[in-house]
């Protein structure tokens, strides 16, 4: 069975960090580009950053840059998202996806295969 799951999300402080992973099952995310995504009550569910399949080259929305970290490790068929400097405005679900052949709209939802069911992630004081 294929499966994304997303965890290490919960409350935070401002200023926090939070690492959320995302372990595939039932296939190999070598092959596939990753995506983290959010969505926040009321709005729509936005690309945050990307990681590729090929050469490794990692992708950020302007919001998150110099603060996240996207990171992948192919023995442990899992991709990581490190969360630094935490602001209330990241407060959201986040999900990770896996696109087969992405292409150069990175954050285009329906290029990607597979979803996980999210984990929330709360910055507040």
């Known amino acids: 069975q294929v499966q994304l799951v997303e965890s290490g999300g919960g409350l935070v402080q401002p200023g926090g960090s939070l690492r959320l992973s995302c372990a595939a099952s039932?296939?190999?995310?070598?092959?596939?580009?990753i995506g983290w995504f959010r969505q926040a009550p009321g709005k729509e569910r936005e690309g945050v950053s990307c990681?590729?399949?090929?050469?490794?080259?990692?992708y950020y929305a302007d919001s998150v840059k110099g603060r996240f970290t996207i990171s992948r490790d192919n023995a442990k068929n899992t991709v990581y998202l490190q969360m630094n400097s935490l602001k209330p405005e990241d407060t959201a679900v986040y999900y990770c996806?896996?696109?087969?052949?992405?292409?150069?709209?990175?954050?285009?939802?329906?290029?990607?295969?597979?979803w996980g069911q999210g984990t929330q992630v709360t910055v507040s004081s």
């Open positions: 990681i590729s399949s090929s050469d490794g080259s990692t």
């Open positions: 039932g296939f190999t995310l070598d092959y596939y580009a």
């Open positions: 996806a896996a696109s087969y052949g992405l292409g150069p709209k990175r954050y285009d939802l329906a290029s990607y295969d597979y």
